[in-house]
């Protein structure tokens, strides 16, 4: 299993438009960050969980060959709007993608792209895309993927559980509350990925401290931080963590 961590920022990105701050000034490229998005290979399964606005970008720089399935968190702007840069995978591939997603997030996916279900003039490329609703576990192959329901906010918000081959992740960027039930369904992980904005307290996200006090409880073999804006400068950041927690970062790449 090989997960790229292809964005890592919140909704603005970093460096943030306007903003000449020592972060967004930073020339470590650990703080520049896109917006987050993780891609995920298993044997020959190439999957995307979110596409940001930026995954056109994402897809160039990292040079990613197919995309077997997308899942999708939630339809926040910067978790979906890259969502019409699948069509090139469409032609490449000659296939249908599926996208998977809670209900109600489906639900919003057809009504921003409605477009896709329109009839095309010919010569012209929408995406075409197969939108499945879940809510339980389901198989992709070899690879079994679990809904995690959290909370962002008030917003009702999916992370997820890969599991193939003996090896688990889970990834879980966009959350300020995580129930119990949660918590258990992340038990027993090899790696796993979460929300960590900011230190000062966030309506909809977990603060760092937070987010560390919930991967104790998690206790993955590897942590990681994602999500994160321009008030958390990478190698500042990391100092304070306890061992075993690390910040991601554009372009990392972990192997299990």
Not at 66 to 90: K, M, P, Q
Not at 94 to 122: C, G, H, M, Q, W
Not at 182 to 204: F, K, N, V
Request: aromatic share 6%.
């Amino acid at each position: 299993m090989k997960v790229t961590f292809l964005g890592t920022g919140t909704s603005v990105g970093v460096p943030v438009i306007g903003c000449d701050c020592a972060v967004c000034l930073s020339k470590d490229p650990k703080n520049t960050r896109l917006r987050s998005s993780l891609y995920v290979v298993v044997d020959d399964l190439h999957l995307v969980i979110d596409t940001s606005p930026d995954f056109r970008q994402q897809a160039l720089r990292h040079r990613i060959p197919r995309v077997d399935a997308v899942l999708v968190t939630h339809s926040h702007a910067d978790h979906i709007f890259g969502l019409d840069e699948v069509r090139r995978y469409n032609t490449l591939q000659n296939s249908v993608i599926p996208v998977y997603a809670s209900a109600e997030t489906v639900e919003d996916l057809k009504r921003i792209f409605n477009y896709i279900y329109v009839e095309a003039p010919p010569g012209t490329f929408r995406p075409r895309l197969e939108m499945i609703a879940v809510e339980v576990s389901f198989r992709l192959g070899q690879v079994t993927v679990t809904p995690i329901p959290v909370l962002h906010g008030k917003v009702k918000t999916l992370g997820f559980r890969i599991d193939a081959g003996g090896y688990s992740i889970g990834y879980v960027p966009d959350c300020q509350t995580m129930p119990d039930s949660s918590l258990t369904l992340l038990r027993g992980l090899d790696l796993m990925i979460l929300d960590g904005l900011r230190h000062r307290p966030h309506a909809t996200h977990m603060t760092v401290a937070e987010s560390v006090e919930v991967l104790r409880q998690i206790g993955a073999r590897r942590s990681y931080l994602t999500h994160m804006c321009h008030e958390l400068d990478h190698g500042e950041t990391q100092a304070t963590l306890p061992a075993g927690i690390e910040l991601s970062w554009d372009g990392l790449v972990v192997t299990l």
